[in-house]
């Protein structure tokens, strides 16, 4: 029974493709809206593929277009990793789908209520939708039961030794959202790198008969080569992870602790500072950390997804 409202902001992007596919097999959601952001690649990029993401899977969800760049800052994109169109350069099938005619703020907002505060907020990609909704709607927080980010990490950063992509992009609009007192939880790179796909494993689900084998293939071989002009020998994909733990929570072990965001550090912009020894006594614990991941649970979670599609 599709009883649980969700939204999934996004900045498509290779693993954010396998994050909506998944999200689209799961027979619980009920997707209100994708909603578009820039971060992997530029507005007009992330918008045409999260249409086409749409049109392949046909999925019924609200696509609306939001923030062009962050809050206060230049946008930085990450070609390299995701390739100039974003999906690794494969092309997906055009399509004919409209935009809605609202801003991805407008349409968090109008599914919140509607949802009456059952709405979960997933967001994969730059927070700066969820800033300007949380800054627009100034009772957003009543009608929202809980946002799962991926971003973040309780160790080293992926843009440099401490910025998570998603949070350095735009760290004003983490800050924001973390401040927001909507519970949250932050699925980072402490977990998503665990929870990286080896060879091996890689092979295994490719082996799973599904229709789109070919984009897949052809994204997974794309995102390979990224990781190994970085010198990793496996792919991590992280989005899809914090879709997993909404649809298994089991997938992940979170504990609640105080999260800042470095706004403005000079070594450690977008940092997510957790308070991992509970030094600050006075200070809320405003988000569940993910700090383990059942590995072998996620790959599975991703072999039933592409058994969906067959
Ligand atoms: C995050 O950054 C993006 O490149 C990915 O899509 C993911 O959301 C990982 O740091
Ligand atoms: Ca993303």
Same mark, same amino acid.
């Given at each position: 029974m599709k009883n649980i409202p969700i939204i999934v902001d996004t900045d498509p992007g290779i693993d954010d493709f396998f994050a909506i596919m998944l999200a689209n097999s799961? @027979?619980?959601? @009920?997707?209100k809206a994708i909603t578009t952001v820039a971060g992997n690649q530029v507005l007009e990029k992330t918008t045409e593929n999260a249409l086409k993401i749409a049109e392949l899977f046909k999925m019924k969800a609200r696509i609306a277009k939001g923030a062009e760049g962050p809050i206060n800052c230049e946008l930085r994109t990450a070609g390299n990793i995701h390739g100039n169109n974003g999906l690794g350069d494969v092309m997906l099938p055009d399509t004919t789908r409209k935009l809605d005619k609202d801003y991805a703020w407008d349409v968090i907002y109008q599914e919140a209520v509607k949802s009456e505060g059952k709405l979960q907020l997933i967001a994969i990609g730059p927070l700066t939708n969820v800033a300007i909704a949380l800054l627009k709607y100034s009772d957003l927080h009543k009608y929202i039961d809980k946002i799962v980010i991926m971003g973040g990490s309780t160790e080293s950063g992926n843009r440099d030794a401490y910025g998570e992509f998603n949070i350095w992009v735009d760290p004003i609009a983490a800050d924001i959202v973390f401040k927001s007192g909507i519970p949250l939880t932050m699925v980072g790179l402490n977990v998503t790198m665990k929870a990286g796909i080896i060879p091996q494993q890689l092979d295994e689900l490719l082996s799973v008969t599904c229709k789109f084998d070919t984009q897949i293939r052809q994204l997974f071989t794309f995102l390979q080569k990224s990781y190994a002009q970085v010198g990793y020998s496996f792919i991590a994909i992280h989005d899809a992870l914090a879709i997993a733990y909404v649809m298994q929570q089991e997938v992940l072990k979170c504990k609640p602790y105080y999260v800042a965001v470095e706004t403005r550090g000079r070594h450690s912009r977008g940092r997510t500072v957790v308070d991992l020894d509970r030094s600050h006594k006075t200070k809320a614990l405003n988000a569940h950390v993910a700090? @383990?991941?059942d590995k072998e649970m996620f790959i599975k979670i991703l072999k039933d997804m592409l058994k969906y599609y067959n």
């Open positions: 799961h @027979d619980q959601f @009920d997707i700090i @383990d991941v």
